[in-house]
């Protein structure tokens, strides 16, 4: 049972903005911890994609972006690509449960 | 180049056990805590559990559904992490990733291709 909140989905046309939110509470996100997030495309192990709220690991275009306010965090895809259509983790580490995920969010490419 | 390769997945029945293997390559693994993540057939991820490395003790947490089943364990001679699956149950039934820990800043830098697990009878 994920103790992170996603949207199921979310979808926008290329070249769109969208964004995905990730709420917690405050054993984990409100406490303090930071928010990483992970793409995993269709059939394919997850990847890191965004650390410590807001840092892009080398690689990871400039395109996603991502920030964190008291019990919530968010993750921006600007200039959304075809290549984008993929599922979104949200994760944090929880003063009770340790490493928590997120629900998970499907990104559709209209 | 980093690379986490698991191995020993498969089909096992309910209440057998399964070990599971994950080969690192391209750091250096003593330095690093491992984790291991799980994501069920069209589910969400999951994570299962994690070892420090040796620096911090070696110790070892685990996720409340699997905790006095499963045992992480890792031997930096030949970079190899260990996820030892005792009493096994259906609802472990899943692909089994092998991530790289980055314990004090709970994140997980690198994933292996991960290998599915499936517990039937």
């Known amino acids: 049972q994920s103790v992170l909140t996603q949207p199921p989905s979310v979808s926008g046309a290329p070249g769109q903005r969208v964004t995905i939110s990730c709420t917690g509470s405050s054993s984990n996100i409100g406490a303090g911890y930071d928010v990483h997030w992970y793409q995993q495309l269709p059939g394919t192990a997850p990847k890191l994609l965004i650390y410590g709220n807001s840092n892009r690991p080398s690689g990871v275009p400039d395109r996603f972006s991502g920030s964190k306010s008291g019990t919530s965090a968010s993750l921006a895809i600007t200039g959304l690509q075809a290549e984008d259509e993929a599922d979104y983790y949200c994760q944090s580490y929880d003063s009770s449960l340790r490493r928590v995920f997120g629900t998970g969010t499907k990104v559709t490419v209209l | 180049e980093v690379q986490l390769v698991e191995s020993g997945g498969g089909l096992v029945q309910p209440g057998r056990s399964l070990r599971l293997s994950c080969t690192a390559s391209?750091?250096?693994?003593?330095?690093?805590?491992m984790s291991w993540v799980r994501q069920a057939p069209g589910k969400g991820l999951e994570w299962v559990g994690f070892i420090r490395s040796k620096a911090y003790g070696g110790t070892t947490e685990y996720a409340a559904s699997v905790k006095g089943r499963f045992t992480i364990s890792r031997d930096d001679s030949k970079s190899i992490a260990y996820l030892q699956m005792n009493s096994l149950k259906t609802e472990d039934t899943a692909v089994y990733y092998c991530?790289?820990?980055?314990?004090?800043?709970?994140?997980?830098?690198?994933w292996g291709q991960g290998t599915l697990v499936t517990v039937s009878s």
């Open positions: 391209g750091f250096t693994f003593g330095d690093y805590a």
């Open positions: 991530t790289r820990d980055q314990n004090g800043d709970y994140y997980f830098d690198y």
